[in-house]
């Protein structure tokens, strides 16, 4: 099996700053890409940031220039630097992976548990 653990999530004050990391352990041939995705009450759970194998970042519009993807290929880890953190950021933040278990086996999709992200004005 496969699974994602996350940390890093907390309470921060509006401007501040929080550093998400997300491990991949188990029986893990390749990652194809890591991401992490947010759910704030009352809505549908959305893309924050994605990296893929080959380096590709995606960013939804409302972090860009504020939030920071990257990976630890040796360490099967992605991290999320958040910084000058909003109020509208408070959500729970979900790690989420694309994995091969095997050479010859296609991508599965895995997700961790979930992190609270809570940013106080």
């Known amino acids: 099996q496969v699974q994602l653990v996350e940390s890093g999530g907390g309470l921060v004050q509006a401007g501040g700053s929080l550093r998400l990391s997300c491990a991949a352990s188990g029986s893990i041939y390749s990652i194809l890409a890591m991401g992490w995705y947010c759910q704030a009450p009352g809505k549908q759970r959305e893309l924050v940031a994605r990296?893929?194998?080959?380096?590709?970042?995606n960013y939804a519009d409302s972090v860009k220039g504020r939030f920071t993807i990257s990976r630890d290929n040796a360490k099967n880890t992605v991290y999320l630097q958040m910084n000058t953190l909003k109020p509208e950021d408070t959500a729970v933040y979900y790690c989420?992976?694309?994995?091969?278990?095997?050479?010859?086996?296609?991508?599965?999709?895995?997700w961790g548990q979930g992190t609270q992200v809570t940013v106080s004005s």
């Open positions: 990296i893929t194998s080959g380096g590709s970042i």
């Open positions: 989420n992976a694309n994995i091969r278990r095997s050479p010859w086996s296609s991508p599965v999709e895995y």
